[in-house]
């Protein structure tokens, strides 16, 4: 079974500017989360989504949106970019929220480097 | 108190022992915890998932589980160098709609 996919695996942009992530998850797995990881903070939470439904948002600001599929597939945007928005993005996903079926894996990541 | 909390090391082992790695968490409700590997610029691999109190044994790693104490810990029995990574703790908070949160890692380096 195919692992999760993550298009582009390296992105660099300028700050004002606005970036879509892609991620694919593994078949049949219809929870979809979304990560920040930079050296500083670790990784941090972003979003959830679940059958097209956002379930979880973390602590970010608005800039930060995402969105889910009828396939499950999933992409996240930012927009206005500023420089702290570098990082590894990092996507997970999971058959269903709740116990037993959240065990979460990640794709391989999208480098974001703002210049 | 942060949600999940690990201890950051870096923690360096001799190869052959045994390396220790804890993990608290605030939600007592949590049903969920997870260990992950992670080396320098990849992503996190998953370890083992662990639902019950008591331990989980998978070839070489045992994680332990006691929810009374809300902690978690994972021992990896004869530690090679390959097992030098970051391992990352992870909970499913049940008041959160079992949002799943990470501790901030702890770094292991096995000393050959």
């Known amino acids: 079974k195919a692992g999760v996919t993550q298009t582009p695996r390296y992105l660099i942009k300028t700050r004002g500017q606005q970036v879509t992530l892609s991620c694919s998850p593994i078949?049949?797995?219809?929870?979809v989360s979304w990560y920040q990881q930079t050296p500083g903070q670790g990784l941090q939470f972003l979003f959830e989504?679940?059958?097209?439904?956002?379930?979880n948002k973390g602590n970010f600001p608005g800039r930060f949106s995402g969105r889910q599929f009828s396939n499950s597939r999933s992409e996240m945007n930012v927009s206005t970019l500023e420089l702290g928005d570098s990082a590894l993005y990092l996507c997970?996903?999971?058959?269903?929220?709740?116990?037993?079926?959240?065990?979460?894996?990640f794709g391989p990541g999208t480098r974001l480097t703002v210049l | 108190q942060k949600e999940v909390e690990q201890n950051s090391g870096p923690l360096s082992v001799p190869e052959g022992a045994i390396a220790s790695l804890n993990c608290t968490y605030s939600?007592?409700?949590?049903?969920?915890f997870f260990w992950y590997r992670q080396y320098s610029g990849k992503s996190p691999e998953l370890i083992m998932s662990?639902?019950?109190?008591g331990d989980k044994e998978d070839g070489r790693f045992t994680a332990q589980l006691n929810k009374a104490s809300q902690y978690v810990s994972l021992l990896i029995r004869d530690s090679q160098p390959s097992d030098s990574a970051t391992y990352l703790c992870?909970?499913?908070?049940?008041?959160?709609?079992?949002?799943?949160?990470f501790g901030p890692g702890t770094s292991l380096s096995v000393i050959p």
């Open positions: 997970a996903s999971s058959q269903a929220p709740g116990q037993y079926t959240d065990t979460q894996y």
């Open positions: 078949s049949g797995h219809r929870s």
């Open positions: 989504y679940f059958s097209e439904t956002q379930r």
């Open positions: 939600d007592r409700g949590s049903q969920s």
């Open positions: 662990i639902y019950s109190n």
């Open positions: 992870a909970v499913s908070l049940k008041t959160s709609y079992d949002k799943v949160i």
